[in-house]
């Protein structure tokens, strides 16, 4: 919310810079003209420039992503341009000249017409003038998308911006001259302002460019997150009472494929309790809540429950068919699979977590929701009652809960403090103790510390850091991680498809009876597919361990840690 404050802000005081002043005589001389007839229209022409300019700009920043380093490298360098512009008044007004110019002869065909067409084109024609002061901040946020991925947030960012600009222009419709005179006293401080916000948009580049944003951080332990996220998930996760968040199921439509059904939609489900279960088959979360989910469509199937898991997924590997339906196969799920590849359902429900649950009724209400693990009690409860509500009180179940036992990933989590899940990917990369700066997107030489602080991880050997992995390109490479928890995972994957052999080990030694379910006591394994591999599971005394894995061949990329 912070962020949409500060975005509608910036709209707003575009309005007090300099290069609007010539402007606001034109706007001014319709102000004693009928705000229906006139001022609307205004700001309704504006407005639609600058959605036009912006959608320009989101697709060209997503154009730029697709060439995954070059794009980050081009939008570093807009970013380093619209910081100078916002430097250099003469920069911003070089590079802002074709608009100007054309917002110039849309003003003058305007001013010959008093209608609301006129109004309308008066509008367009301020929305182009009004680019040599919203351009180079406007800019910086599409630029910040451009690095981060195109998404709706980003979208939103640049609606919320375009309202703060059209507030100040129905401002200065209402208010006149008054707003024009305030405006001219305060032409100085708002173009140091500029120029101090242009200095640290070039200075943040710098930085990144040069790493040292990865480097210096990595060196602090105390400014990880993770632990932070975690408590508050936990927080927000509390499940709802059934009746807080009641409104109907948005549609089940954008699926880019149905596995075990044929595709369904909320008429077909019509007097069925359906249970949408958001999940992804490398979650270590989504696995242990799988036993339940299995179970309750063993139990209540023949009674109307249907479940639909939606699988919205993480990482780039998550969306081939392929991986998903082994995956499917391989935990045994009977119920009916949706791939949300473009999370059209995700965004539907506007949902944000996984796993999350919703249970809809059977007239099409979303009666309960819960997010991540546990409540298990309370959703077969009400499970239950939506089933009895849609039998009319004629269906008799007994009320018992199912019990459960999952056995290697899909087994509950340890009561016992853990380590948080850790990614190797430098967008979300945190605690990374080698000393070596990241290098990002090409090949590059890391080693690990004599001594790991706990959470800490580290990579030794030649690797290739991505957005979302690290990348072996030579065999002999390794992964160490000081940890606590019972469970230890890693989603890893093969880049050539071929199995490749590693080692693991525990303390030093071979982990015995602490060996996960994908490798053996003396801790040879073989990656075979993309998936999460479970290599720890201990049996005694939960104590800080430092584990580490070695790959035997070349071409392994890992993905995140999960413990439990």
Request: net charge positive; aromatic share 10%; hydrophobic share 45%.
């Amino acid at each position: 919310m912070l962020i949409l404050f500060l975005a509608y802000l910036g709209g707003v005081l575009t309005i007090f810079s300099p290069c609007v002043l010539p402007i606001l005589p034109f706007i001014f001389s319709r102000a004693d003209q009928s705000f229906r007839r006139s001022g609307l229209p205004i700001l309704f022409g504006m407005a639609a420039t600058f959605t036009l300019l912006a959608s320009f700009a989101a697709v060209g920043g997503a154009w730029l992503v697709g060439f995954n380093q070059y794009g980050r490298y081009a939008a570093m360098l807009l970013l380093l341009l619209l910081g100078l512009a916002l430097i250099s008044p003469a920069l911003s007004e070089y590079l802002m000249r074709p608009f100007v110019s054309l917002g110039g002869r849309l003003q003058q065909h305007a001013d010959r017409q008093a209608s609301v067409r006129g109004s309308l084109l008066l509008g367009v024609a301020v929305g182009f003038l009004w680019a040599p002061c919203a351009g180079p901040i406007l800019g910086l946020v599409l630029a910040g998308a451009a690095l981060n991925g195109a998404n709706l947030y980003s979208a939103l960012l640049l609606l919320v911006f375009a309202a703060g600009a059209a507030t100040s222009l129905s401002v200065a419709l209402l208010a006149g001259g008054r707003v024009f005179s305030l405006m001219k006293r305060s032409l100085g401080a708002e173009e140091w302002l500029r120029r101090a916000l242009g200095v640290a948009v070039v200075a943040g580049v710098l930085v990144i460019a040069l790493g040292w944003d990865t480097r210096f951080l990595s060196k602090f332990t105390f400014l990880s997150t993770a632990k932070t996220e975690q408590q508050l998930i936990s927080q927000l996760a509390r499940p709802k009472a059934a009746s807080a968040d009641q409104r109907t199921a948005p549609p089940l439509a954008g699926a880019t494929r149905w596995l075990n059904s044929m595709p369904l939609n909320n008429e077909m489900l019509r007097g069925k309790v359906v249970l949408v279960d958001f999940w992804t088959y490398s979650c270590i979360n989504c696995l242990r809540t799988l036993p339940y989910l299995q179970a309750w469509d063993s139990k209540y199937r023949a009674q109307g429950l249907v479940i639909i898991g939606v699988h919205a997924p993480e990482f780039a590997f998550e969306k081939d068919q392929r991986n998903v339906e082994q995956a499917v196969r391989d935990l045994g799920i009977r119920y009916p699979v949706a791939m949300d590849n473009q999370y059209a359902i995700w965004n539907a429900f506007k949902n944000e977590y996984w796993p999350a649950h919703y249970l809809i009724d059977a007239q099409g209400q979303i009666r309960h929701q819960h997010f991540g693990e546990g409540a298990y009690q309370e959703t077969e409860q009400m499970i239950q009652i939506l089933l009895k509500e849609a039998h009319q009180g004629r269906l008799v179940i007994a009320d018992e809960w199912v019990q459960v036992t999952g056995v290697g990933a899909t087994a509950a989590a340890a009561n016992t403090r853990r380590s948080p899940e850790t990614y190797l990917g430098y967008a979300r990369a945190e605690n990374l103790s080698s000393p070596e700066a990241i290098r990002q997107n090409l090949a590059a030489q890391y080693s690990a510390p004599q001594r790991l602080e706990t959470d800490q991880w580290a990579l030794s050997g030649n690797w290739q850091i991505s957005a979302e992995s690290a990348a072996l390109q030579t065999s002999g490479g390794s992964i160490s991680y000081r940890f606590q928890g019972r469970d230890l995972h890693l989603v890893l994957g093969s880049r050539n498809g071929k199995p490749l052999r590693f080692k693991v080990t525990l303390d030093g030694v071979a982990p015995g009876v602490d060996h996960g379910a994908d490798i053996n006591a003396q801790g040879m394994g073989v990656i075979r597919e993309q998936r999460l591999y479970q290599f720890i599971r201990q049996s005694g005394e939960m104590t800080d361990r430092t584990f580490r894995i070695e790959f035997i061949d070349a071409g392994a990329e890992a993905f995140a840690f999960t413990f439990g």
